[in-house]
């Protein structure tokens, strides 16, 4: 009786772990996908305004 406690245990540790790991790895992915959508974002934000913003200081140093 008591090996097949022991199994069961051993089983249920291993199970806990599993799920776990696929938590982690699942709240990893989506914050990945967020910050590629907000770098991707930022980038078209910020390049044009920066691409005029350096077109007028050219401007203004000649």
């Known amino acids: 009786m008591m090996k097949n406690a022991g ?4 089983l249920s540790l291993l ?8 938590m982690l790895l699942n709240i990893q992915i989506e914050d990945y996908t967020m910050l590629q959508r907000r ?3 930022d980038f078209e934000t910020y390049t ?7 077109k007028i200081l050219m401007l203004a140093y000649k």
């Open 48 to 54: 044009p305004v920066s691409y005029v913003t350096n």
């Open 39 to 41: 770098t991707k974002h």
């Open 15 to 22: 199970f806990l772990f599993v799920v776990c790991c696929f």
């Open 7 to 10: 199994v069961f245990f051993s």
